[in-house]
């Protein structure tokens, strides 16, 4: 089991640009497809972005496509978001999440699809 850490929330303006980071301790993140979720004041956990176990194939929500990039890192454990041409609609507290599994190239995009999940970090971006 590989428990994810985030990092790199902040305060931005529109426009700019953030990356999210996350790192999963254990010596099994390579086994894992990953995940980012977000959830906003008052609102349900939403998928974000996904990434398969081999990195081969990434999907994302309508509402990033184009704007985000997930990517991972297995020699450093990390997956990141990379955040562009951001908008006060992507305020939210940001979560990573690790679904342990043999499938190489596959996705998952529901909360429930996840085995491990991190403690968020809040991404503010202001108009």
């Known amino acids: 089991q590989v428990q994810p850490v985030e990092s790199g929330g902040g305060l931005v303006q529109a426009g700019d640009s953030l990356t999210l980071s996350c790192a999963a301790s254990?010596?099994?993140?390579?086994?894992?497809?990953l995940g980012w979720f977000r959830q906003a004041p008052g609102k349900e956990r939403e998928y974000v972005a996904a990434?398969?176990?081999?990195?081969?194939?990434?999907r994302y929500a309508d509402a990033v496509k184009g704007r985000f990039t997930i990517s991972r890192d297995d020699a450093k454990n990390t997956v990141r978001l990379q955040m562009n041409s951001l908008k006060p609609e992507d305020t939210a507290v940001y979560y990573c999440?690790?679904?342990?599994?043999?499938?190489?190239?596959?996705?998952?995009?529901?909360?429930?699809?996840?085995?491990?999940w991190g403690q968020g970090t809040q991404v503010t971006v202001s108009s």
């Open positions: 999440a690790c679904r342990n599994t043999i499938m190489s190239t596959l996705t998952w995009s529901g909360p429930g699809d996840y085995d491990s």
């Open positions: 254990g010596r099994t993140f390579s086994r894992h497809a």
């Open positions: 990434i398969s176990r081999s990195g081969s194939t990434t």
